[in-house]
């Protein structure tokens, strides 16, 4: 018995570093949300009081005008809009840098507008004020 | 059980990788009138520069906006948005996120 003794205290705690993995696991599985990953880049338009929404899976526009969907580059935004399946060409939504000049917001809505698109929502990131 | 702990260990890194935690929003852009003008009230006329906010000519506050003749509007009264050139995407939305207090006003936002 004794000589099993030292043996037994050096063997890796295997069941508590599970539970610390599996706190670690539920933890991340319940606060964070999936989503498409937007560019680092990316300034987003800071709103405080407006109801939250999932992430955004839309038409992201860079502060000098690009526009970008799911890492792709977009020549423009009739363009983009004939891609988009039937069910989703009611409402657009766009996601504006948030020094982007808002006379080309403007534009660009009118454009999304004058393709056939009924609702446009500018999607911003929630801040707590 | 080494197996076991490596599942979970690729769970916990999928997680952790694609997980966000920045929350969103989302506001309607009006960027055109809707629908038909059956309303008498003459047009309300708001000018947004990047520091200033005008309406009708006179300064206004963005905060106060209910204590201005927007707050007292009539249903339906078509407000006219003009845009300085200076002005970013987030002056707009900031007004426009002011407005949505206001649901009696049309607004509507000119281009250049």
């Known amino acids: 018995m004794r000589r099993l003794a030292p043996k037994k205290a050096q063997r890796e705690p295997t069941i508590a570093l599970i539970n610390i ?6 933890f991340f599985m319940v606060a964070g949300t999936l989503g498409q990953p937007l560019d680092r ?3 987003l338009v800071r709103t405080a ?3 939250g929404r999932a992430p955004p899976d839309a038409l992201v526009i860079h ?3 690009r526009l970008e969907f799911r890492g792709v580059e977009q020549t423009s935004a009739a363009m983009f809009y004939a891609t988009l399946p039937e069910t989703a060409r009611d409402t657009v939504r766009i996601v504006p840098d948030r020094a982007l000049p808002a ?5 660009l809505s009118r454009d999304l507008r004058a393709a056939g698109a009924q609702r446009v929502l500018v999607v911003t990131e929630r801040v707590l004020e | 059980m080494t197996s ?6 690729l769970l916990l890194l999928f997680f952790m990788l694609t997980s966000t935690f920045s929350k969103f929003a989302e506001i309607e852009l009006s960027s055109a009138l809707q629908g038909t003008a059956t309303v008498n009230e003459p047009p309300l006329f708001l000018q947004l520069g990047a520091e200033t906010v005008r309406l ?3 300064a206004l506050d963005m905060a106060t906006l209910d204590a201005s003749p927007l707050g007292s509007a009539a249903e339906g009264t078509v407000l006219l948005v003009s845009l300085a050139g200076d002005v970013n995407a987030q002056r707009l939305t900031d007004l426009l996120v002011a407005l949505r207090g206001l649901p009696a006003l049309r607004v509507s936002v000119l281009g250049s």
Request: charged share 25%; glycine share 6%; no cysteine.
């Open chain 2, 56 to 58: 009708n000519g006179n």
């Open chain 1, 103 to 107: 006379r080309d917001l403007i534009t």
């Open chain 1, 41 to 43: 880049s990316l300034d």
């Open chain 2, 4 to 9: 076991l702990i490596d599942v979970i260990f």
């Open chain 1, 63 to 65: 502060p000098d005008g």
């Open chain 1, 21 to 26: 993995v599996f706190l670690m696991l539920v």
């Open chain 1, 49 to 51: 009081d407006l109801d």
